[in-house]
């Protein structure tokens, strides 16, 4: 099949209901890309052979090749690492919902993708598998937390993967990576069976893909409560597949790229904001400069990494009494955060779980005189692979902390600066959607003069998918990006060359 790289998974399950390919060859294809473009990405980190399919299943998505993120979503008897040496060949007792629905759907699931340890970083650079490179330029970061995802996605190993976004994991990948990616409400797509809310609320699963009606449709499949659900959210009698094309109206954007965390966003971050905004102009929307921004991104980052470093002690915790793992087996990294986490006191938690609704009615008060929020999705390009290394002399302080479980110390040292600098300082805008429970999108409609791309975020009210993939839809359409394609170059050729692009 010479043209499996141009068709989505929505135009591949067409094709095979229709009898024009099976099944068998969909995967021979994906299994051949990834075996051409993967020594060069680290994309995809586990092969499963056989694939993991429903038998006999007729759905919307049957006989599609799909790769799942090596971080929460399990699969009964499977092994799945969550990026951590500490968890490699863990069995998984059972299979979690989202994984359940994706194979209900018809999917054909033959690998698992690239994510640092625990999901706790911007870029995907885990010390287990090593780092995934980004497709249009391999010296550079694919984003994270589901960069192996994205690279899979834009190298065309497959039309869309699982992804998930606890801090801006779909939106912080599509946008280094050239692609479209969705994260839905609260409460849409279940976390269970064995999780009721992924990291309290924060953290929802979706998927990175090509095209907007590839996540419209993946979004039906989802969404829904299970009987494990903590609370029943309202799921639209309009599918989302049908919401795609649809006219979204005139809109009234706000329009914002400043941030108390990165005062100096990048000029290329900024260029895609206005791009985007000349365009929505064009279309007949109402594009307002804000002022000032409706929230505070510095404040709610130390909410937000207040919760984080909670669950990465709980997590490293979780995985010792899974595993019988010590230390050596976690990154320097997450064991400071997770030290952090052991050293917070828990009114400081629960301040930082109940300011969320702080941050909710900051955003609720802007939606009333405003449909979408328009930022940047990152403030800089796709950094290079390394660009958060922690410079030798910090290191050392880090091990030397960790060793005498100095946790308390850690709050006086510059190593916790260090550290929100690199998980926020070129991503300080994706965090509102999580901490709010809104629905938020990163659109590819920008590249940068060397090749690599940039998207534009859009911060929709709660429940406004609809909306959200109606503008997206339009978006395409009047600047198409599935066609942009990077040409990676045999992997004989110097390292971190730029591919060409496939127009």
Known sequence: MEDYQVHDAVSLAALVRQGEVTPDELLTEARRRRDEVNPRLNAVVMDLDPPVASEGIDGPFSGVPFLLKDLGQYVEGQACSDGSRSLVGLPRAETATAVQRWLDSGLVIFGRTNTPEFGAKGVTEP??????????????????????????????????????????????????????????SRGLVPSGPAVSEALGGIATSGVISRTVRDSAAMLDVLVGPSAESPYLAAVPRTAYADEVGQDPGRLRVGMCTSSSINADPHPEAIAAVRSTADLLTELGHEVVELEQAPFDDAELARDFLTIWFAYAAYEVDLAKRASGADDSQFEPDTLTMAALGRATKPMELIQALENRQVHIRRLAAFHETHDLLLTPTTATPPPRIGAFDLPPRLQAMQARLIKVKGAGLLRFTSLIDQ????????????????????????????????????????????????????????????????????????????????????R
């Open 127 to 184: 010390a287990v598998y090593g780092a995934a490179r980004n497709p249009w330029n391999t010296d550079h970061s694919p984003g994270g937390s589901s960069g192996g995802a994205a690279a899979a996605v834009a190298a065309g190993i497959v039309p869309c993967a699982a992804a998930s976004d606890g801090g801006g994991s779909i939106r912080i990948p599509a946008s280094a990576c050239g692609l479209f990616g969705l994260k839905a």
């Open 419 to 502: 550290i929100i600098g690199a998980n926020h300082s070129w991503v300080p805008y994706t965090q509102l959607a999580n901490m709010t429970g809104r629905p938020a999108m990163s659109v590819p409609l920008h590249w940068t003069p060397d090749g690599l791309p940039i998207g534009s975020q859009f911060v929709g009210s709660l429940g406004s998918e609809g909306v959200l993939l109606r503008l997206a839809s339009q978006l395409e359409a009047a600047r198409p990006w599935a066609q942009r394609r990077p040409q990676l170059r045999p992997l004989r050729d110097a390292p971190g060359d730029a591919g060409t692009v496939e």
